[in-house]
Each structure stands twice: as C-alpha cells, then as structure tokens.
C-alpha cells in the first residue's frame, strides 16, 4: 500500500458547513481512496489506496459519503424518479438502492442527507413487491431491522416501495410509480 500526503488541519474540518465546491479532493488524493479513521461528516488525516483492492473505495470526488466506522459509501440524489429508475441508475453506476439495515447506518445517512440535501423523501432498497407485507432489501435479504413511521406500512393503493424521512428517520412506504430522490450505495466488496 501507498500512503497518499497527510492533509492540513484546515482541510479535517466537518463537511456540513462546507458547500459542494468545497468538499472536491485535493489534486493529490486518489479518487480510489478508503479513509482508515472516519466517521460521518469529518475529513481524514491520512488518506489510504491500495491498488489491488480497486472495488474498495469511496468515490468522493463523484459526490460520495465515506461513512467508515460503519463501512458505507453512499451518494443522495438531486432528481426525483420512479423506484425502478432509482434502481436502475444506482446499478448502471455500480451501486444499489442503500440497505439501511442497522438504526446506526439509518441515522447516520438520515443525518447527513438531512443536513446537507434538505427536507425530501429518499427512495432505499426495501419492497414488498414480490409478496404482500414481505419487505426484502434489494440484495434479497428479508428486512429485520426497521424504522417504520407511525401507522406504516400500510399498502394504500399499492405502495410497495419504501421511502426515508431523513428529518424523522423513519421509513413509510409509497407507490413505485412516484417520483423521489433517491440514496445509492457503493457495498465495501
């Protein structure tokens, strides 16, 4: 492994209160960089890239979230499409609709989606289209953990996709047809 330059104080400070300008690398990082001791919101000291391992990294210069106490890497839309769109574009980019699957990664990416995109409601992985009530992430694991709102799920007129609320950080489900922003995942393979 190579060790890429130490970065200044300066540049460690919590991207929350930084515009989308600002949070671009410097020209001596690696766009193909893992961040050995980040948590949400921060910058690293020292930036990591092993090049035998080219899936394991954060693309932050793509408008990528390196979340690494909880090993995510996740980027929140702008645009608003359907749940199958959403999908599609997180494939075609080599990620998935996010598995929020732990109240620690739902919280942290409610969090910074919040903070940093505003109030929308964020498509995830979960469905319950193949059977009714059955909730499975994309990656076809059956839901355990949840954080479903009040009175949710309840399957009114078809609502087979899940949304988050990351001002609540509770879930409710939608039609698939409607158009909302969306959070996909890069999985640390």
């Not at 879930?171 to 393979?189: I, L």
Request: net charge negative; hydrophobic share 30%; glycine share 4%.
């Amino acid at each position: 492994m190579s060790q890429l330059p130490k970065r200044t104080p300066a540049e460690n400070v919590s991207t929350a209160h930084r515009t989308p300008s600002e949070d671009v690398p410097t020209a001596q990082a690696d766009t193909r960089r893992r961040c050995p001791n980040c948590d949400i919101l921060s910058r690293c000291s020292a930036l990591v890239f092993d090049p035998r391992c080219p899936s394991c990294y954060c693309p932050v210069v793509d408008g990528y979230v390196l979340v690494d106490r909880l090993n995510i890497c996740f980027k929140a839309s702008t645009s608003k499409k359907s749940f199958d769109d959403a999908r599609d574009i997180c494939s075609q980019i080599g990620a998935r609709l996010i598995v929020l699957d732990t109240d620690d990664k739902n919280a942290a990416v409610s969090r910074y989606v919040n903070a940093s995109r505003g109030e929308a409601n964020y498509y995830i992985g979960l469905t319950d289209m193949v059977t009714e009530n059955k909730f499975v992430w994309g990656d076809g694991h059956t839901v355990g953990f949840t954080k479903w709102e009040d009175g949710e799920p309840n399957d009114f007129h078809d609502q087979d996709c899940v949304l988050l609320t990351p001002w609540t950080t509770r879930w409710r489900n939608a039609p698939c047809w409607d158009r909302y922003k969306y959070v996909c995942e890069k999985h640390p393979w």
